[in-house]
């Protein structure tokens, strides 16, 4: 198949999961072509099959903001033309589906119909698309799609209660490349972060409010207070400062350390204990599978699709969202040296059922019905 994949090129989990389904897709002998307005951060290309096209926009007088959605279409239209392509795979609905469907409506009237798939990643519907700005045209969007998944169950059922969804949505979860997230000899980097055997807590996010940084920070601040720790902080944005201020407040800074944005977090991981994910809201918890798959065991909220993820009692454990003194309790049985081994255990075998090669054949075979699906409305 000869597949576009329309993504935002970042850190985030929706730019992550694009990157790493089209890489696998083009390990498969698919031919992946990546339109976004700038390379995917983990995107390379190694693999003949890998292709990017930039979106270039452009400010003029009359426009107070470029018209990124305007453009996107535009160049898809060109991809789809001059590559052939056989589907499109847009993550994040806002303006990635609004945009497709564009493209395809123009793409029509040359004799060419491009069926579209749109991934659905969380704050494209939990938050963004419930502005009243952007909700008629995220329900149209979706609606008009002719393949829909979601990240969860749990987002699934959002996506139902918050639209006027007469589309089927089908869930495909997120999902690990095992070959890269897996426990590595750091013996040297523990040592160097924990010269006395400190248990070592780890947290990853892009710091906003939603992501209850605070939270980390006090129930890191209760654990050390019980036994020797140590924590990093992988991330960065809006509440690191919060953050940092409470690490004074509390003088606890000497065991913190903020490691900023990191491309080689499993490194990092590798040497963990335990995972803080104390999340107001996650749509699957895609951090907590990195973790899980270097055999991390995870504290988390039990909102969103967590649950299906984290396993109460069995990878970790679940607490209602801002109870820090259970996720402390919890926290502290987890890192006792008696239990530690068998939730590390269990984390890396639950991880496993998310293992990029279970999950990538349900793609697969969900493009070519969708495709089968368009060829045949099109022959009636």
């Given at each position: 198949?000869?597949?576009?994949?329309?993504?935002?090129?970042?850190?985030?989990?929706?730019?992550?999961?694009?990157?790493?389904?089209?890489?696998?897709?083009?390990?498969?002998?698919?031919?992946?072509?990546?339109?976004?307005?700038?390379?995917?951060?983990?995107?390379?290309f190694?693999?003949?099959?890998?292709?990017?096209?930039?979106?270039?926009?452009?400010?003029?007088?009359?426009?107070?903001?470029?018209?990124?959605?305007?453009?996107?279409?535009?160049?898809?239209?060109?991809?789809?033309?001059?590559?052939?392509l056989?589907?499109?795979?847009?993550?994040?609905?806002?303006?990635?589906?609004?945009?497709?469907?564009?493209?395809?409506?123009?793409?029509?009237?040359?004799?060419?119909?491009?069926?579209?798939?749109?991934?659905?990643?969380?704050?494209?519907?939990?938050?963004?698309?419930?502005?009243?700005?952007?909700?008629?045209?995220?329900?149209?969007?979706?609606?008009?799609?002719?393949?829909?998944?979601?990240?969860?169950?749990?987002?699934?059922?959002?996506?139902?209660?918050?639209?006027?969804?007469?589309?089927?949505?089908?869930?495909?979860?997120?999902?690990?490349?095992?070959?890269k997230?897996?426990?590595?000899?750091?013996?040297?980097?523990?040592?160097a972060?924990?010269?006395?055997?400190?248990?070592?807590v780890?947290?990853t996010?892009?710091?906003?409010?939603?992501?209850?940084?605070?939270?980390?920070?006090?129930?890191?601040?209760?654990?050390?207070?019980?036994?020797p720790?140590?924590?990093?902080?992988?991330?960065?944005?809006?509440?690191?400062?919060?953050?940092?201020?409470?690490?004074?407040?509390?003088?606890?800074?000497d065991?913190?350390?903020?490691?900023?944005?990191?491309?080689?977090?499993?490194?990092?991981?590798?040497?963990?204990?335990?995972?803080?994910?104390?999340?107001?809201?996650?749509?699957?918890?895609?951090?907590?599978?990195?973790?899980?798959?270097?055999?991390?065991p995870v504290?988390?909220?039990?909102?969103?699709?967590?649950?299906?993820?984290?396993?109460?009692?069995?990878?970790?454990?679940?607490?209602?969202i801002?109870?820090?003194?259970?996720?402390?309790?919890k926290?502290l049985?987890?890192?006792?040296?008696?239990?530690?081994?068998?939730?590390?255990?269990?984390?890396?075998?639950?991880?496993?059922?998310?293992?990029?090669?279970?999950?990538?054949?349900?793609?697969?075979?969900?493009?070519?019905?969708?495709?089968?699906?368009?060829?045949?409305r099109?022959?009636?």
């Amino acid at each position: 198949m000869k597949i576009g994949i329309v993504c935002y090129p970042t850190f985030g989990g929706s730019g992550v999961v694009a990157t790493e389904l089209g890489k696998a897709l083009a390990q498969e002998g698919h031919e992946v072509h990546f339109i976004t307005y700038s390379q995917p951060s983990r995107l390379d290309f190694l693999n003949e099959n890998l292709f990017y096209h930039e979106v270039e926009f452009h400010s003029y007088p009359l426009f107070e903001y470029p018209p990124y959605e305007l453009a996107l279409a535009s160049k898809m239209v060109s991809v789809v033309k001059n590559e052939k392509l056989d589907l499109l795979h847009v993550h994040y609905a806002i303006p990635h589906a609004s945009a497709a469907y564009m493209a395809r409506q123009i793409l029509q009237t040359h004799g060419i119909y491009i069926p579209i798939v749109t991934t659905l990643h969380g704050t494209d519907i939990t938050l963004v698309g419930k502005d009243p700005s952007y909700e008629p045209v995220v329900t149209f969007s979706i609606n008009q799609s002719d393949g829909v998944t979601a990240v969860s169950e749990d987002l699934r059922k959002e996506t139902y209660h918050s639209f006027k969804i007469t589309n089927e949505i089908v869930v495909i979860p997120n999902f690990i490349d095992l070959a890269k997230f897996k426990k590595q000899k750091k013996d040297h980097f523990k040592k160097a972060i924990c010269p006395n055997n400190e248990a070592l807590v780890v947290h990853t996010s892009n710091f906003r409010k939603v992501k209850r940084i605070p939270d980390v920070i006090t129930i890191f601040n209760n654990i050390q207070k019980e036994i020797p720790a140590k924590l990093l902080m992988i991330g960065d944005g809006p509440e690191r400062t919060h953050a940092e201020t409470m690490c004074r407040d509390f003088d606890i800074c000497d065991k913190i350390r903020f490691l900023g944005k990191l491309e080689a977090v499993e490194e990092v991981l590798s040497v963990a204990d335990l995972f803080l994910m104390p999340s107001e809201k996650e749509s699957f918890g895609l951090a907590a599978l990195e973790a899980m798959a270097c055999e991390v065991p995870v504290i988390s909220s039990n909102t969103g699709g967590i649950p299906e993820l984290n396993v109460q009692g069995v990878t970790g454990f679940l607490s209602d969202i801002g109870d820090v003194e259970d996720m402390t309790r919890k926290a502290l049985f987890v890192l006792d040296k008696n239990n530690l081994p068998r939730f590390k255990e269990n984390a890396l075998k639950r991880a496993k059922e998310f293992d990029i090669s279970n999950i990538l054949p349900i793609y697969e075979n969900y493009y070519l019905k969708v495709m089968e699906k368009a060829a045949a409305r099109l022959t009636v």
